[in-house]
């Protein structure tokens, strides 16, 4: 029974989610409002099971002095610091605002620097002309780049027209592709949740 009430929870609550959507009623849309509700409270659970969990494996790092374990005790301090400065004197604390220009928004800022740096890498690897498809990348991607380019004079519109073309048409199709194959994939998710034969979130199997 230890696996198979979960998985008695799932395909009921999959099952009403999926029939209601097609049951217009007001009873169907209250049920529906008050499961959603409880999305909110399994969320806060989530949240406070992750920060246990943060916490654990932070300590068991320390304990054992595994690699790089001095990470986990500035980990642990950010935790519990930013916490209490919030409660104690608010989000316009002395402290709280210092940690947060300080720290964090420089980090953020690493962060999307890095990525920033990662994507020019990818693009400049996948605009190298090499073969048709990469040479009509290339040339999409240098029309929709000089689309807002004050300095091309007469040659402003026609290819302002030929961006807008690009944007709505060969990529708006490619784009509508590839939400109906994340629908597709979701749908076919759901359904292998639904019916156990996903079962990767009870831990195994």
Do not use: C
């Not at 029974?1 to 009873?27: C, D, N, W, Y």
């Not at 008050?34 to 659970?45: A, K, L, N, P, R």
């Amino acid at each position: 029974m230890k696996r198979e009430i979960p998985l008695m929870i799932v395909f009921v609550t999959g099952l009403f989610m999926a029939v209601q959507f097609f049951v217009p009623h007001s009873k169907s849309e209250f049920v529906y409002e008050f499961v959603m509700e409880w999305t909110i409270i399994i969320g806060i659970f989530a949240l406070a099971l992750g920060i246990w969990s943060i916490v654990r494996v932070s300590a068991n790092k320390i304990k054992r002095r595994a690699e790089n374990w001095q990470y986990a005790i500035i980990i642990l301090a950010g935790l519990i610091s930013m916490p209490i400065f919030a409660l104690t004197g608010g989000l316009e604390s002395y402290m709280w605002r210092h940690f947060f220009n300080y720290i964090i928004m420089p980090l953020h800022a690493t962060m999307f620097s890095l990525l920033a740096f990662f994507i020019a890498s990818a693009a400049f690897r996948a605009f190298r002309a090499h073969s048709l498809l990469a040479s009509v990348l290339l040339f999409s991607a240098i029309i929709i780049m000089l689309r807002f380019n004050p300095f091309l004079g007469f040659l402003g519109e026609p290819i302002g027209d030929l961006a807008a073309w690009i944007l709505n048409v060969p990529n708006m199709a490619a784009k509508r592709a590839i939400i109906i194959g994340i629908g597709l994939g979701m749908v076919g998710t759901a359904l292998k949740v639904i019916l156990g034969i996903e079962r990767t979130y009870m831990g195994s199997d």
